[in-house]
């Protein structure tokens, strides 16, 4: 038998990070939203004679350069989690073909343990509910419950408490992929420096606790375009450029591209661009291409659901 999960990356279309708690991470209020750009998982029964202590990974892909197939990949992370939650062992011929780029801000690593736990989770017939599998998902990581769920929702604490959020119709986005990488963990501790030193004061929460932004749910539910376009914000956006530079110039090139509006990905460098339909996102994508500010575009649109399909005969 053999499970095919096809997990979403994922934009922060608007971002608000509090203050650092005791435990080091970031009380954040957030939207998240899942793109039809997606990393494919496949668990498969592990042959009889491979040891069933550890997961079998191999790494495929455009992105899979330089990612190591051992323990410490958040993919086997999650298959041993969940063989130990469940008390089954953690036999499974894992296959991860990446098309996320890497510490890139899409939570394309988070993506790929949301599709171990679910491909898993099937593989081993464990029937676990999907509220289960979250809960599971957090331990993994901030944004893994998300990855799970896919789709747009509403995240708090630190991130992993989430609420599914209406959204009409279908938006048009433009990735603008950069040759570079940002460290998440860095780039929190960079804007936390950047507040102490008193620099990035539009990234100051407004109020205790935060909300993830009504009036972006609002816009979102109601299909308006050109509302959303106003309301992106991401607090982590002046850090993720003080480290990474060539990102504004990036952020400027989708904006000169004719884009309703830019901003950086999560932690970044990825920027995505808001477009009003199909044929605007392909307009935009083409002449930041031309521009020479990324080195990739993907046009994509969502929000996007995670697909699971399942092989009997495998
Ligand atoms: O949860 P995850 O492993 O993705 O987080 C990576 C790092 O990003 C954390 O160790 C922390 O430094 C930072 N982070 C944070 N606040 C969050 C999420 C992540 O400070 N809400």
Request: glycine share 10%; proline share 6%.
């Amino acid at each position: 038998m053999g499970v095919t999960v096809r997990v979403p990356a994922k934009i922060n279309l608007s971002l608000r990070v509090g203050p650092a708690r005791a435990d080091g991470f970031h009380e954040l209020a957030t939207v998240f939203h899942a793109v039809s750009l997606c990393d494919e998982v496949t668990a498969a029964d592990a042959p009889p004679e491979v040891d069933a202590e550890l997961p079998l990974l191999t790494l495929g892909g455009v992105y899979a350069d330089g990612l190591e197939p051992d323990d410490s990949n958040l993919a086997t992370r999650a298959a041993m989690a969940l063989a130990e939650a469940a008390g089954v062992p953690p036999r499974v011929r894992l296959h991860v073909r990446k098309s996320i780029p890497v510490a890139a801000g899409l939570a394309g690593g988070s993506a790929d343990a949301a599709g171990v736990l679910i491909a898993c989770n099937e593989l081993w017939g464990l029937g676990w509910p999907v509220d289960r599998l979250r809960m599971l998902a957090a331990q993994l990581g901030s944004d893994v419950p998300f990855a799970v769920l896919g789709g747009t929702a509403a995240g708090t604490g630190r991130g992993e408490r989430l609420r599914p959020v209406p959204v009409e119709g279908r938006w048009h986005w433009v990735l603008a992929i950069v040759d570079d990488e940002l460290s998440t963990p860095r780039v929190y501790g960079r804007l936390d420096e950047m507040r102490a030193g008193g620099q990035a004061h539009e990234g100051e929460p407004v109020s205790e606790p935060l909300e993830p932004d009504d009036r972006l749910l609002r816009a979102l539910a109601a299909g308006s375009v050109e509302e959303v376009a106003g309301l992106l914000r991401n607090d982590l956006q002046a850090a993720a450029v003080d480290l990474c530079p060539s990102v504004a110039a990036t952020l400027q090139a989708g904006l000169d591209s004719g884009a309703l509006a830019g901003l950086v990905s999560g932690s970044g460098p990825t920027c995505f661009f808001l477009a009003r339909d199909a044929g605007h996102a392909a307009d935009v994508a083409d002449s930041l291409e031309t521009s020479g500010r990324c080195a990739s575009t993907a046009v994509v649109t969502g929000p996007e659901a995670v697909h699971i399909e399942v092989e009997r005969s495998r």
